[in-house]
């Protein structure tokens, strides 16, 4: 099970494009048209990847990337891009998956976002956990 994607792409037509390819290859996925539109969307709806343009209107996807730290669970994020990102603006390597350049090959970014959607929602998904089920104790585990 593939998890859902968040395309954050101003020019609609690619946004389109983007959720068209996605959905054939069985990867739901919403669009929003700007940094606010997706950070507002990832309030209320927990995405596995969110697929971001740097440059829009409104919030930039810079912008954008640099709230994720305040979304749990925290999505992976790739920047697709015409050109190199800023160098006055580095992308947090800790946030950003992966970079993507446009042009790219329309089966290779459908696989990544695929492989990347199906990951995270296993990451995310609820366990449940068996009645009487002894878990054992970590330091990691404790909240």
Known sequence: MSGRVLVAEDEEEIGKLLKIILRRAGIEADHASNGREALDLLRVRPYAVIVCDLNMPVMSGYDLIESLSEIK???????????????????????VT?????????????????????????VQAPREEAE??????RPENRH
């Open 98 to 122: 992966m970079i993507m350049r446009k042009p790219f090959d329309v089966d290779t970014f459908a696989a990544v976002v695929g492989e990347l959607s199906r990951a995270r929602a296993e």
């Open 132 to 137: 009487g089920e002894v878990i054992p104790f």
């Open 73 to 95: 669970p925290s999505p992976a994020v790739i920047v697709l891009t015409a050109g190199l990102p800023s160098a006055g603006r580095p992308l947090d390597p800790t946030v």
